[in-house]
């Protein structure tokens, strides 16, 4: 069995966007508020895959960090852009 390699593509100015303009949908994410309560931590990603936009901020919350074990099992994965607000990636 092959392994994918997936992409991490950091945005700077950009950031929270893909090629079409938007984030991935805020369903697309599972989250909890992270322990100093500062944001969130995004602890699972739910969506189809492909190019994936991290979006700043989820239901007006600053997005913070990204949990371990996230992306398991995303084997449809083709790339994951990163705003630079997460401070912490698990």
């Not at 189809?48 to 996230?70: D, H, L, S, T, Y």
């Not at 398991?72 to 705003?83: D, Q, T």
Request: charged share 15%; proline share 6%; glycine share 12%.
């Amino acid at each position: 069995m092959k392994k994918q390699i997936m992409r991490l593509v950091l945005l700077c100015a950009a950031f929270g966007q893909n090629q079409t303009g938007n984030a991935a949908p805020e369903s697309d994410f599972e989250v909890n508020v992270n322990w100093a309560g500062s944001g969130l931590v995004i602890t699972k990603y739910t969506g189809p895959g492909g190019n994936v936009v991290i979006p700043a901020k989820i239901q007006g919350f600053p997005v913070r960090e990204i949990g371990e074990k996230a992306f398991e099992y995303c084997s449809s994965l083709a790339s994951v852009a990163i705003p630079n607000c997460i401070t912490e990636i698990g």
